[in-house]
């Protein structure tokens, strides 16, 4: 009579310990290999299925914790320590803070799915492998996609890991107004791809996250405004810095920007030197985006005091030489002599 239910008389395989063990009870083959088919495979298939939960747990959790410094920030919150003036400010913070954890739960959420798209291939092919598939073609065609992956989409791998990056690490988001080199303006769009700008003149720029080299964001956490004045060499230095500083402190007491300035104004004193004039400098901290219109106002202010006290803004300096030319008609003078000098000479 054949084998029973289609199983093999041989002896079991080195690594069926199950098998093994029965054989070694029962001394009976054909009862050792169906105990090793009924009861050691399903136990396999179950330890890589808690095997699987377990670790896909673990890596889950790891995910969350990212997740979570990613809703923090990079940078740490600095306007909180400005009190009643900071309130416009914390708003604003506020929205950041939301738009951040929106982003930072997306990422989350994405990266959950492909670790558990992975780790089900992996666990499916040990499983296939427990069920007796031959599983060397398998890994083979993996390794082949994934060769011809890595030489095919090595820019748009390299796009997404720059964009996963950037956003975990809250470089930008939706809003800022950034410099990436190439183009710079007001984000508009953030992908693991491609970040979508609009630039002042309302051109819309589309970059590569992976061509993008550094970024510069004028638009996180705070901003400041500078502004450079320059006043004529025979100016009294000290009253200038004296006026300047009046107006930017006037403007730090406006009620109209309590929470858009956020620390009292500086003025550095001389800049430099240039062929115009001595430039003074004057620095204002600000709320994120507001550094711009808070600089026009306070040139539109200084510009009205320096005209009432007097003190010359200077201009750019131009020296024309005009060099005169002899008219061709014009009698040649002896040197050393003059016209009315030169006696007439007497014809004889």
């Not at 997740?67 to 920030?73: L, M, N, Y």
């Not at 060397?136 to 095919?152: K, V, Y």
């Not at 791998?157 to 710079?184: N, R, T």
């Amino acid at each position: 009579m054949g084998p029973m239910l289609g199983f093999d008389d041989t002896s079991c395989d080195t690594s069926d310990a199950l098998c093994k063990t029965v054989f070694s009870w029962t001394d009976n083959q054909k009862l050792a290999n169906v105990s090793d088919i009924v009861i050691g495979k399903p136990l396999a298939l179950l330890w890589l299925l808690v095997l699987f939960f377990v670790v896909r747990w673990v890596l889950h959790r790891l995910i969350d914790r990212l997740s979570s410094r990613a809703e923090d920030g990079v940078l740490p919150d600095r306007m909180s320590r400005f009190g009643s003036r900071g309130k416009a400010a914390e708003a604003r913070d506020l929205a950041t803070a939301t738009r951040r954890v929106q982003r930072a739960k997306t990422m989350g959420d994405l990266l959950k799915s492909v670790i558990t798209g992975l780790l089900i291939a992996v666990f499916g092919t040990m499983a296939l492998s427990e069920l007796g598939v031959n599983i060397a073609p398998i890994i083979a065609s993996a390794g082949i996609i994934g060769l011809a992956l890595g030489f095919g989409a090595q820019s748009l791998v390299k796009d997404f890991l720059s964009g996963i990056f950037m956003i975990f690490e809250d470089q930008y988001g939706v809003g800022d107004v950034v410099d990436v080199g190439e183009a710079s303006g007001t984000v508009e769009a953030v992908s693991l791809r491609v970040t979508r700008l609009r630039d002042l003149n309302g051109t819309v720029w589309y970059v590569p996250n992976g061509e993008i080299l550094r970024v510069g964001n004028m638009s996180q956490n705070w901003s400041r405004a500078v502004v450079d004045i320059t006043v004529g060499y025979q100016e009294d230095l000290a009253r200038a810095e004296r006026v300047l500083r009046e107006v930017a402190h006037d403007l730090w007491d406006d009620d109209e920007y309590r929470g858009i300035i956020i620390e009292e104004p500086e003025v550095t004193g001389v800049e430099m030197f240039t062929a115009d004039g001595v430039t003074l400098r004057v620095l204002i901290k600000t709320a994120p985006m507001e550094q711009w219109g808070v600089a026009r106002t306070l040139r539109q202010r200084i510009k009205a005091r320096l005209d009432h006290e007097g003190i010359e803004i200077a201009l750019p300096q131009r020296v024309v030489w005009h060099r005169e030319e002899p008219t061709p008609d014009a009698p040649e003078t002896p040197t050393g002599s003059s016209p009315e000098e030169e006696e007439p000479v007497s014809g004889g």
